[in-house]
């Protein structure tokens, strides 16, 4: 049976990317998830594996050399997905120092982790070993007027902590190709979105700012934009590139779906309008006299554009899912799952780990 240690799987995309995993292999694989559980990582999340034996929850820092180097003695471990990271540039612009000790220094562990478990005397790898570095097409900078698309060949250009933070755990893991032909392969992808997701992330705030009549904060013009993915067409695309991707290669992840915010925002107000049922009182809520522009964000990058031509023409990926899809089973979830946002924005989910695992 195969194992994957998976980082940062309590998060948005790697609780997705788990999730995913189980439906498509069922029994025939383990997955040991290792996530310290930091505001974003919530065990709700993965509820429902609980209770399944083939996967394993370990609470560990990825900066904590011994306890990483303890989880790969303990599993024999053949594939390594690194998503775990510090994810959001406004949080980047207030505190720098957190998302370089994690997106940096903790890839630096989890990369030396595996070199040493999976090394051969020869200094060889053994076939099967792969390790992913979860990337972001914001380590290529902006677009601007007239340019097209990022391409994997786009030189980096990050510019705001997180994603120059990301730069440099995504270069050290291509280093460690360069260098030791350690056996990595890197995604870059544009914007996810779906269920899980954090609400400081601008759709669900979106939607949860709008179904309680809030101020809907636009950054600047609200012209900027980003080219969304839904999460599980990310999640599939990560498989496929450790099942049929060129050793050493960087894929680009993208949606063929570029926005700008202010779309997305009036995208979302008409779909809940649309969604919620007659009679609910959310509904006289929801208007576009909530859309507020404010101060924008500093160094704010204008466009993202991922094109994902190399993944199609060498591994046959290509997004499934339609925005007007996709946001709708956003939202549905979202109407299920109130409790779940109810928690993460009472910080209640926090607790939630201490009494399901009984930690004082
Ligand atoms: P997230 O913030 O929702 O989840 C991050 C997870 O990492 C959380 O569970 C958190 O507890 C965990 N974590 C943080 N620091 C840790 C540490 N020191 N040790 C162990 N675990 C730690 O992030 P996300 O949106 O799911 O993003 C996952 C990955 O995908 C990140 O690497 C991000 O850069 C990348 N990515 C995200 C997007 C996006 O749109 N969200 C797009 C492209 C790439
Ligand atoms: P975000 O979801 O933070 O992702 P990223 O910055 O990684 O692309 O933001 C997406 C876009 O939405 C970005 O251009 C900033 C903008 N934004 C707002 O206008 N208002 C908000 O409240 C948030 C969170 C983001």
Not at 11 to 39: C, E, P, Q, W
Not at 116 to 139: I, M, N
């Amino acid at each position: 049976m195969r194992t994957y240690l998976v980082t940062g799987g309590a998060g948005f995309i790697g609780s997705n990317y788990i999730h995913y995993m189980f439906r498509k292999y069922g029994g025939d694989i383990r997955i040991i998830n290792v996530d310290a559980l930091t505001y974003a990582g919530n065990l709700e999340n993965l509820k429902d594996l609980e209770n399944n034996e083939n996967y394993i929850f370990v609470k560990a820092d990825i900066r904590d050399r011994e306890a990483i180097e303890k989880i790969f003695a303990a599993y024999d471990i053949d594939r390594v997905v690194h998503f775990a990271a510090e994810s959001h540039v406004d949080r980047s612009i207030r505190n720098p120092e957190i998302f370089v000790e994690t997106n940096v220094l903790g890839t630096l562990v989890m990369l030396n982790a595996a070199k040493k478990a999976w090394e051969q005397p020869d200094g060889s790898f053994p076939k099967d070993k792969r390790f992913l570095y979860v990337s972001t097409d914001e380590v290529y900078g902006s677009l601007e007027e007239g340019d097209t698309y990022f391409y994997e060949t786009t030189p980096f250009a990050p510019h705001s902590p997180y994603s120059a933070s990301k730069a440099s755990g995504d270069m050290l893991t291509k280093a460690y190709w360069d260098t030791y032909k350690f056996p990595v392969n890197i995604t870059s992808c544009s914007n996810n979105y779906g269920p899980y997701q954090f609400p400081e992330k601008l759709i669900p705030l979106i939607i949860n700012n709008a179904l309680q009549g809030k101020k809907l904060p636009v950054y600047g013009d609200g012209k900027n934009v980003r080219d969304w993915l839904y999460v599980d067409d990310h999640a599939k695309a990560i498989d496929m590139v450790q099942e049929k991707g060129r050793l050493g290669e960087r894929y680009n992840i993208g949606g063929h779906n570029e926005k700008q915010n202010i779309e997305i925002i009036h995208i979302i107000l008409d779909t809940l309008k649309d969604m919620l049922p007659e009679g609910d009182p959310r509904k006289a809520l929801v208007t576009k006299d909530l859309i507020t522009y404010v101060e924008d964000r500093k160094g704010h990058d204008r466009r993202y554009a991922i094109a994902p031509d190399k993944i199609k023409k060498e591994i046959g990926w290509y997004p499934e899912t339609m925005f007007a899809d996709g946001i709708r089973l956003t939202i549905q979830w979202f109407f299920e799952h109130e409790e779940w946002m109810k928690h993460v924005t009472s910080g209640d989910y926090q607790k939630y780990y201490e009494e399901m695992y009984q930690v004082k």
